[in-house]
């Protein structure tokens, strides 16, 4: 059974940190990312890593979000620095397997910043 569990959501104050964490069990994943969904909003995007490491981090978290990758626990990780209010978001693990391509999503996990 396939399974992405989010960790490590939380309240902080507007220039706090915090690291979340995403365990994945039940097959190997290729691409894997984070989104994020505020409320009365879409879902988009956020960091995205390859099996291989290569990343990619969209323009409003350059600077501020790293994403990085542990193949051998099959977890990713995504440090946010210097949050802001309108980072407030339930933030969600995506991954995906190319063959056969298959996607799946983790449960979420709440991101409230406060100014």
């Known amino acids: 059974q396939v399974q992405l569990v989010e960790s490590g959501g939380g309240l902080v104050q507007a220039g706090g940190s915090l690291r979340l964490s995403c365990a994945a069990s039940?097959?190997?994943?290729?691409?894997m990312d984070w989104y994020r969904q505020a409320p009365g909003k879409q879902r988009e995007l956020v960091a995205t890593?390859?099996?291989?490491?290569?990343?990619n981090v969209v323009d409003f978290a350059l600077g501020r979000f790293t994403i990085s990758r542990d193949n051998a626990k099959n977890m990713i990780y995504l440090q946010m620095n210097s949050l802001k209010p309108e980072d407030t978001a339930v933030y969600f693990c995506?991954?995906?397997?190319?063959?056969?391509?298959?996607?799946?999503w983790g449960q979420g996990t709440q991101v409230t910043v406060t100014s």
């Open positions: 890593i390859t099996r291989g490491g290569t990343t």
């Open positions: 039940g097959r190997r994943f290729d691409d």
């Open positions: 995506h991954a995906e397997s190319m063959n056969p391509p298959l996607d799946y």
